[in-house]
């Protein structure tokens, strides 16, 4: 089984720029995609972004396309989330997640089997 560890959040003002980790233990060979989901207090869990492990192929949610970047260190086992132009509506826990099973449905939470402790990221006006 895969294990999961964020890091990498905090305070930034509007404007600004984060970049969350994600590292990867365990049996990661079996590991077919890996997501950053978000949720905001009072909201339902979020897609953000995701990334194929093996092929690289990666897909976002509309509101931060162009502002996100999802990449791998496949030598680290880490995936990264780079954070620009970050405004308020972007403050929410974060979560990486791992999906084992291959499934096409990246951006749904039901199809990913382990998930990170969060990572809070906060957006001050």
């Known amino acids: 089984q895969v294990q999961l560890v964020e890091s990498g959040g905090g305070l930034v003002q509007a404007g600004g720029s984060l970049r969350l980790s994600c590292t990867a233990s365990?049996?990661?060979?079996?590991?077919?995609?890996m997501g950053w989901f978000r949720q905001a207090p009072g909201k339902e869990r979020e897609f953000v972004a995701a990334?194929?492990?093996?092929?690289?192929?990666?897909y976002y949610a509309d509101s931060v396309k162009g502002r996100f970047t999802i990449s791998e260190d496949n030598a680290k086992n880490t995936v990264y989330l780079q954070m620009n132009s970050l405004n308020t509506e972007d403050t929410a826990v974060y979560y990486c997640?791992?999906?084992?099973?291959?499934?096409?449905?990246?951006?749904?939470?039901?199809?990913?089997?382990?998930w990170g402790q969060g990572t809070q990221v906060t957006v001050s006006s």
């Open positions: 365990g049996r990661t060979s079996s590991t077919y995609t």
């Open positions: 997640a791992a999906d084992e099973g291959g499934s096409a449905f990246y951006w749904r939470t039901l199809f990913y089997e382990t």
């Open positions: 990334i194929r492990w093996r092929t690289g192929n990666t």
